[in-house]
C-alpha cells in the first residue's frame, strides 16, 4: 500500500506533513523510504505530549482538555496543523494508546484515531488494534496509509 500511495503522491504533485503520536515516526519513515519522496513529503513531526501537540502543531489546548489527547477532535486539529503549519496540500495524523498502560475505560489500549486534513476538510477515523505495542503501532502506521489511499483514490 505504501508504494501506492508514494506513487500517487509524488504522480500527482500533492505534498503531504504529518504529525505522529503513538507512530513514533513510523509513517514518516515509511515514506521516506521511497526515492523521489523528498518532492511531496515536506515534514514529519513527532508530537508525543500534549504541550507538542498545542504548541507545535496549534492544536487548541481547549480540545485536549474537553475530549482527550487520544479523540478524533485532536487527530483531525493534529492533521490541520501539519497541514497549514507546513503549507502542504495534506496533513496525516496519528494518536493512540499503544500500551501498555495510558488507556481509560472509554478508550483502552489499542484505542487510536488516524486524523487527515486538506483543503476540502478534515476528520478523524477510529481505530481499536490488538496485541503487544509493536503490534498496535505497525497496525496504526497501515490504517494511516489506508486512510491516506482512500483519500487518493478520490482526487
Known sequence: ?????????????????????????????????????SGVFLCGTVAYTDEAKICRLNVARSIIETYGAVSAECAAAMA??????????????????????????????????IGFADSKHSYAVRYTFTGSREDI???????????????????
Open 1 to 37: 500500500m505504501t508504494d501506492l500511495v508514494c506513487r500517487a503522491l509524488m504522480d500527482n504533485n500533492i505534498t503531504i506533513s504529518v504529525a505522529e503520536s503513538f507512530t513514533g515516526g513510523g509513517i514518516s519513515s515509511e515514506l521516506v523510504a521511497h526515492p523521489g519522496i
Open 80 to 113: 490541520e496543523g501539519a497541514r497549514s503549519i507546513m503549507g502542504s496540500d495534506i496533513g496525516l495524523s496519528s494518536t493512540g494508546f499503544a500500551g501498555p498502560g495510558g488507556g481509560t475505560a472509554e478508550a483502552p489500549v489499542g484505542t487510536a484515531f
Open 137 to 155: 503501532t505497525r497496525q496504526g502506521i497501515e490504517a494511516a496509509f489506508s486512510v491516506l489511499w482512500q483519500e487518493l483514490r478520490k482526487s
